[in-house]
């Protein structure tokens, strides 16, 4: 179970990484988010902006009030993993467009749990739960 401020806080450094590769047309920076996405749908503990909210952010917050299952961020990240790395492909093969629009639907995501707290991912895997009769509960309490 995870603290759910956790992938808020790596959505807004993602959010702001995509930014920067699509201001200067960096198939490099998103070969980078593609690595972070990569090690982070591998386990979630292995996230390097998991581990910087782990040992730089959460130690300043009181504990979380609700915590979300893990499987959810590691399918989302998948997802961001192939948007990424698809983008990455389109910089580096001559085909910004591509690069542009991978990019761009990698930024929205991002945004979107960052700001808002609403992770599509996360809610495209709890759908298909709900659909193979599989449900999935979104969040439950935290111990105190």
């Given at each position: ?86 983008s ?34 996360c ?15 979104a ?6």
């Amino acid at each position: 179970m995870l603290d759910p401020r956790g992938p808020r806080f790596a959505a807004a450094l993602t959010t702001v990484v995509v930014l920067l590769a699509l201001t200067f047309s960096s198939g490099w920076l998103m070969l980078a988010q593609a690595v972070v996405f990569g090690l982070t749908a591998f386990s979630v503990r292995l996230g390097p902006y998991g581990l910087l909210y782990r040992w730089l952010v959460a130690p300043r917050l009181s504990p979380p009030a609700d915590l979300e299952p893990a499987a959810p961020v590691r399918f989302a990240q998948t997802v961001g993993l192939v948007f990424a790395t698809v983008s990455a492909i389109g910089y580096f093969t001559g085909l910004p467009v591509l690069g542009i629009v991978a990019a761009s639907f990698a930024l929205a995501a991002a945004f979107l749990n960052a700001a808002f707290g609403l992770c599509l991912g996360c809610e495209v895997y709890l759908a298909y739960r709900r659909l193979v009769g599989r449900p999935l509960t979104a969040r439950v309490p935290a111990s105190r």
